[in-house]
């Protein structure tokens, strides 16, 4: 007679389960700098280097930070200055001081947009990307002054690329400003000219009556 097999488990090939990161000779640190780069929502899929300026679009404002790699940046942050605080980042006005951090890149990001944002490179020659890095991390944990019109975080990060503090944000609101003023002169004119005109005529028949 034949002897019957009976098929157990053990016979059955099991499905090779897929690895969420399929090569073993990643480091951990490659693996939450891959994590976050492909999670915090971009502007545009390009990952950055380092010594490349970080601007992050808050809403009503733009905070910036240096990329120094392995996913993390260094920031000058006021007190105010979180993901999501809204409203709230209107306080960083009152500020005098501001703390140097560093972090990752998916913790100053949270949820809002970023971009890399060298478009000063054609004006100014960047510093060689070591020297920006240095010098990040060296400033790393000391409180510096903090002005939303003199030193701000974008100051901060373009003094470090460029050798020179430069505010493309604040040059903008100034622009607005004056702007409006300019707008409201014209229109103060107008309402001036427009009442001398109309003023000399009612005057003017009056005289001839």
């Known amino acids: 007679m034949r002897t019957q097999h009976r098929t157990t488990t053990s016979d059955i090939k099991?499905?090779?389960?897929?690895?969420?990161?399929?090569?073993?000779?990643?480091?951990?640190?490659?693996?939450?700098?891959?994590?976050?780069?492909?999670?915090?929502?971009?502007?545009?899929?390009?990952?950055?280097?380092?010594?490349?300026?970080?601007?992050?679009?808050?809403?009503?404002?733009q905070h910036w930070?240096?990329?120094?790699?392995?996913?993390?940046?260094?920031?000058?942050?006021?007190?105010?200055?979180?993901?999501?605080?809204?409203?709230?980042?209107?306080?960083?006005?009152?500020?005098?001081?501001?703390?140097?951090?560093?972090?990752?890149?998916?913790?100053?990001?949270?949820?809002?947009?970023?971009?890399?944002?060298?478009?000063?490179?054609?004006?100014?020659?960047?510093?060689?990307?070591?020297?920006?890095?240095?010098?990040?991390?060296?400033?790393v944990g000391i409180k510096l002054p903090y002005c939303v019109f003199q030193m701000n975080c974008e100051h901060f990060a373009t003094e470090l690329r460029y050798g020179k503090a430069q505010s493309r944000q604040v040059r903008r609101a100034g622009e607005a400003v004056i702007a409006a003023g300019v707008a409201t002169v014209v229109s103060l004119g107008l309402v001036a000219l427009v009442g001398a005109i109309f003023g000399g005529g009612r005057k003017e028949k009056k005289d001839t009556q």
């Open 14 to 61: 099991q499905p090779t389960r897929p690895r969420l990161f399929s090569t073993p000779a990643r480091s951990a640190r490659n693996e939450i700098e891959t994590f976050s780069l492909i999670m915090a929502p971009t502007l545009y899929d390009v990952k950055p280097e380092p010594g490349d300026l970080i601007e992050i679009f808050r809403g009503s404002y």
């Open 65 to 139: 930070a240096v990329y120094i790699g392995d996913g993390f940046v260094v920031h000058l942050a006021p007190p105010s200055e979180v993901p999501g605080a809204g409203a709230n980042s209107v306080m960083s006005v009152f500020c005098e001081n501001a703390l140097v951090k560093r972090a990752g890149l998916w913790d100053v990001v949270g949820t809002d947009k970023w971009e890399i944002n060298n478009t000063l490179d054609d004006q100014y020659e960047p510093r060689a990307a070591y020297l920006v890095v240095q010098e990040a991390l060296e400033l």
